[in-house]
């Protein structure tokens, strides 16, 4: 019987390529518990991302720049066709494999109303030498 392998993980590679791509989100899930001291440990990033047009197009960049490839379910089964801001916001939740682990954008979080409902509430903290959420402020 041979071990189980995962995917890399490498987030540090994921929130530099958002932040290099100036992209406004919050921290949601496993990764933001993880920075708040949880005992949990995850294998994903998830985020909110603002849904203005202009941040929508700075993250659809983030993510072919990361090869960043859209899947239809947990299994990982890919999608064809491009990243585009529609793309990005026909769906509340999608999914996307990179080379350096999984993203998962949330655009409405269960419970709140979106990117500024969280932001409102959010604390500015640094994972990886990264801001997590926007810098702007």
Request: glycine share 6%; net charge negative.
């Amino acid at each position: 019987m041979g071990f189980l392998r995962f995917p890399p993980f490498e987030p540090d590679k994921i929130f530099a390529v958002l932040s290099e791509n100036d992209v406004d989100y919050i921290l949601i899930g496993g990764l933001a518990a993880t920075a708040w001291q949880s005992p949990y440990s995850t294998r994903d990033i998830n985020i909110c991302p603002d849904l203005r047009t202009p941040n929508l197009v700075r993250l659809a960049a983030a993510l072919m720049q990361l090869q960043a490839k859209p899947v239809a379910d947990r299994h990982r089964v890919a999608l064809d066709g491009p990243i585009t801001p529609d793309f990005l916001a026909a769906d509340n939740e999608r999914r996307f494999s990179t080379p350096t682990g999984p993203v998962d954008t949330v655009l409405v979080p269960t419970g709140t109303r979106g990117y500024e409902d969280l932001k409102r509430q959010a604390s500015s903290e640094v994972v990886f030498d990264k801001p997590m959420i926007d810098r702007r402020n």
